[in-house]
């Protein structure tokens, strides 16, 4: 046995190492991986948590101060009559009203020109003249941009801090049911002094703005004393975009990332929570570096111990090798030692009992391919025992078809010629397959020796029934009863015109008999015991009917009436006499192409046949008492 030269350029134990490690590798990393991505998502989840409680909490205290500012301030736009001059009992009112409150250190009531803005001052607390200059940062500019939050909301709010000193709100209240818009809009306006809630929001990173993006309070100096404006801010820009109550978002905000969190609170108030992304991660990070160190010492540790593994596990392994070259060399008798009780040791155990048999495997593979070549050449020679497609004298013309289910097949159809006489003949053997085509070479033999008996002997009886009688002893004493053969024979007289016909089990033959333009069915039925079931056979009967140019005669087989489509339906006698009767009129060529294009595409491509298929269609051309001798089997 011709052994193949194959180098082994990667050993097992180092394949079994890097996949080893490979794995360790991906199994590390995707642990690592994933452990980090959870903590990072939970990291994120608590931050955004954390931020949306705390931007509740300070918007509720915010808005709380803001509240009882705003309450006091009605109080004290409603002690005045803004239509009439002030009175001194609505002054010990207003008076009252502001010493009794705590927030606001400051209150005025002034009337706005809602036009340009000015305002005059109705009234104002004795703490007012010391805040004097916070008072005066309302300029007119600033109550005309406020006045149209005024209108809507009836309050406004306006960060008068500035850098150096204590952190006030200004907090302005309009009536704006006031009728009479000629005097103005009566605003009472106070100072909420912040001190004390800015010490409480230390270590906290918020903002307060309103929903028109005024920033009222920011732990960001450069934002509470400069541009005092959120609207370029993506978190603002969020919240301002979204309907909801409370968002989260992670953003970019000059050039750093920031994990935010935004809530809307009272009095149209936003409030924003953000931190920036690598404080707040900073301990995933941490975490990352101490996955990576510790998986790279498992990795270490797990290539130290696949380096023993390998090679405990490759040497038998190795021996195996070694054992399927001698076996190449046509070495089969290999006994490998028994290495230990898990799958190796079944293995060699295995390769053992195999090498022993592959000898007699390869002898019964020779065997098995010896056969096939026989059933080749079977198939071969029986296609020399069947017909060519097309044979035509001046009396006959015959088209026909053929094609076995298997390699060999059961159905033969065979005619000759004696002088004026033509024997046709159909038969289809049980099964399919080469026991059946024994039998119909057996048959096709038979016919041959009549056919010389025919040629040789001027008293030869064309009798079909006799000839049955011949065929039943030959199918007989070749099968002796196991295989039975169906057989239909046709003996014509193209001088006589008549045509004598005796069956022996096969489906009856129609004859297509021409009336003018139209043909009318005659189906040739006669009952017969098959060929092979007894020795003597009992006598078959026989008949004879005339017969008359442009008659058609058709010959078939079941497989074509029996075969199925994949839907388990078959063929049918009923579609088969349909569609023959369509082409009557075209011929015999057209109706065995028409009819076979037909049954292909109701049995489809990709079904192998049921049953081997064969007919034929034979037409009466003209009258003729010249000899029609004939031999099809000598023709291309």
Same mark, same amino acid.
């Given at each position: ?433 080469? /026991?059946?085509?024994? &039998?119909?070479?057996?048959? *096709?033999?038979?016919?041959? +020796?009549?056919?010389? @008996? $025919? =040629? ?109 489509? /994949?839907?388990?339906? &078959?063929?049918?006698?009923? *579609?088969?006499?349909?569609? +023959?009767?369509?082409? @009557? $009129? =075209? ?50």
């Amino acid at each position: 046995m011709e052994q193949h030269q194959f180098k082994v350029s990667l050993s097992l134990g180092t394949k079994l190492l890097s996949m080893g490690v490979l794995l360790l590798i991906g199994v590390i990393s995707f642990l690592s991986v994933s452990a980090v991505f959870l903590v990072n998502d939970d990291k994120r989840a608590y931050i955004y948590q954390s931020q949306a409680t705390e931007a509740v909490m300070v918007g509720r205290e915010f808005s709380n101060k803001a509240r009882r500012v705003i309450d006091v301030l009605r109080l004290a736009l409603a002690s005045f009559d803004p239509a009439k001059p002030v009175t001194p009992s609505e002054l010990n009112v207003f008076k009252g009203i502001v010493a009794n409150q705590s927030d606001a250190a400051t209150v005025m009531v002034k009337m706005i020109d809602p036009e340009t803005g000015k305002d005059q001052t109705l009234a104002e607390s004795e703490s007012a003249k010391t805040q004097i200059q916070r008072f005066q940062e309302l300029s007119p500019a600033v109550f005309l941009a406020l006045m149209p939050e005024l209108r809507a909301n009836a309050y406004a709010f306006v960060n008068l801090s500035k850098p150096g000193e204590s952190t006030v709100l200004g907090v302005i209240v309009a009536d704006t049911q006031f009728t009479k818009k000629q005097l103005g809009l009566p605003v009472a306006v106070g100072v909420l002094s912040l001190t004390s809630f800015v010490q409480e929001m230390q270590g906290l990173n918020v903002t307060i703005a309103t929903r028109t993006g005024h920033v009222l309070y920011d732990a960001d100096p450069g934002i509470m004393f400069g541009t005092r404006d959120a609207l370029t801010d993506p978190l603002f820009q969020a919240a301002a975009a979204r309907k909801l109550t409370t968002g989260a978002t992670e953003y970019v905000h000059r050039e750093k990332d920031y994990l935010g969190s935004y809530v809307h609170a009272d009095l149209n108030l936003v409030v924003l929570d953000k931190i920036e992304k690598s404080k707040a991660l900073r301990a995933t990070y941490a975490l990352t570096e101490k996955f990576i160190l510790l998986g790279t010492m498992s990795i270490a540790l797990s290539v130290i111990m696949m380096i023993l593994f390998a090679k405990t596990l490759t040497a038998p392994i190795n021996r195996l090798y070694q054992a399927t070259r001698e076996v190449a060399k046509g070495n089969f008798e290999i006994n490998l030692p028994l290495t230990g009780q898990d799958e190796i040791g079944a293995l060699s155990v295995s390769f053992t009992a195999m090498s022993r048999q592959i000898s007699g495997l390869i002898q019964e593979r020779m065997d098995k391919l010896r056969m096939e070549n026989d059933l080749a050449i079977a198939s071969t020679v029986q296609q020399t025992l069947i017909p060519p497609a097309y044979f035509e004298n001046d009396s006959i013309r015959i088209h026909s078809h053929y094609r076995s289910a298997n390699e060999c097949g059961g159905d033969w159809w065979g005619f000759f010629g004696v002088g004026h006489r033509m024997t046709l003949m159909i038969a289809d053997a049980t099964g399919h397959g080469l /026991p059946s085509a024994l &039998m119909t070479a057996s048959a *096709r033999s038979c016919v041959s +020796v009549l056919h010389k @008996l $025919a =040629q040789e002997d001027p008293d030869f009886s064309f009798s079909p029934a006799a000839m049955l009688r011949f065929l039943n002893r030959v199918i007989f004493d070749a099968s002796l009863g196991r295989i039975m053969m169906t057989f239909f024979c046709i003996t014509i007289d193209f001088k006589e015109m008549t045509m004598s016909y005796s069956n022996a089990g096969h489906n009856p033959v129609w004859l297509f008999r021409k009336e003018g333009e139209a043909y009318s069915l005659q189906s040739l039925a006669l009952s017969g015991a098959r060929l092979g079931e007894a020795r003597e056979a009992e006598d078959f009967q026989e008949k004879t009917v005339p017969i008359q140019q442009g008659d058609l005669l058709f010959l078939y087989t079941d497989g074509i009436l029996e075969g199925m489509n /994949p839907d388990k339906v &078959m063929y049918g006698k009923k *579609r088969l006499r349909r569609l +023959v009767e369509s082409q @009557l $009129a =075209q011929g015999p060529e057209k109706i065995v192409s028409v009819l076979m294009a037909d049954f292909q595409e109701f049995n489809t491509a990709t079904k192998a046949l049921d049953d081997d298929i064969t007919l034929a269609v034979a037409e009466i051309l003209a009258p003729n008492a010249s000899p029609v001798d004939s031999e099809p089997y000598a023709q291309a």
